[in-house]
């Protein structure tokens, strides 16, 4: 978008360079940044950030320089801490606005030190779910008649203090995935805006 503003500004003579440059190993780019992994299903806390998407993540190992190390003799509900964000960029090129969101879970504010099992992983994917639903709707609030920046970044805060009130509503229902009513009644939901069934894809329920 920059670019197409400013043709004059093109460093069309020199596009080999350019491309050899970025796409070196110590080029850190935002396309680098949030690129997905390779892997079918991600997992989380292994790597720096992970960019929603429609494939599934599954929990790894707590990264080294996470924020928080918990003892196993704190009560359970501190026992873990799940944070994704939603990634907000406006820029002013010419006489628009041009707006970037992204959902990403943050392993460096995350924790897990509970036993994992398939539950958990749906419980983990809803939980992200839950931030890329929010985006989706953040999103659609600033393409609908917010026309400069401030007024945008009011929009996000008020989005993410909603976020806030509805994972604190959902890690209070389903309380780590052990109940199982909430955590179908929330999967339907989820299920309804996404059109992804976590409870199916990880076979939680399905054989009782």
Do not use: C
């Amino acid at each position: 978008a920059f670019w197409n503003q400013r043709t004059e500004m093109r460093l069309d003579a020199n596009v080999a360079e350019n491309e050899k440059f970025f796409s070196h190993d110590s080029s850190m780019t935002n396309e680098e940044l949030f690129r997905q992994q390779s892997e079918i299903r991600n997992r989380l806390l292994r790597y720096q950030y992970v960019q929603w998407s429609d494939r599934r993540i599954l929990l790894g190992g707590v990264v080294d320089d996470t924020i928080s190390h918990i003892s196993d003799h704190v009560p359970l509900a501190e026992r873990y801490r799940l944070k994704a964000q939603i990634f907000l960029d406006v820029n002013e090129l010419g006489d628009s606005l041009v707006v970037t969101t992204k959902a990403i879970f943050d392993p460096y504010q995350s924790y897990y030190y509970l036993p994992q099992d398939s539950v958990t992983n749906a419980f983990i994917n809803m939980y992200f779910d839950l931030a890329e639903v929010q985006r989706r709707k953040l999103e659609w609030n600033l393409s609908t008649g917010i026309q400069n920046k401030e007024a945008m970044l009011l929009e996000y805060q008020k989005s993410m203090e909603e976020f806030d009130g509805v994972t604190e509503r959902f890690f209070r229902a389903v309380d780590r995935g052990t109940q199982k009513e909430k955590m179908m009644e929330w999967n339907d939901r989820l299920k309804a805006e996404t059109g992804i069934d976590n409870l199916k894809l990880f076979g939680v329920y399905q054989h009782e």
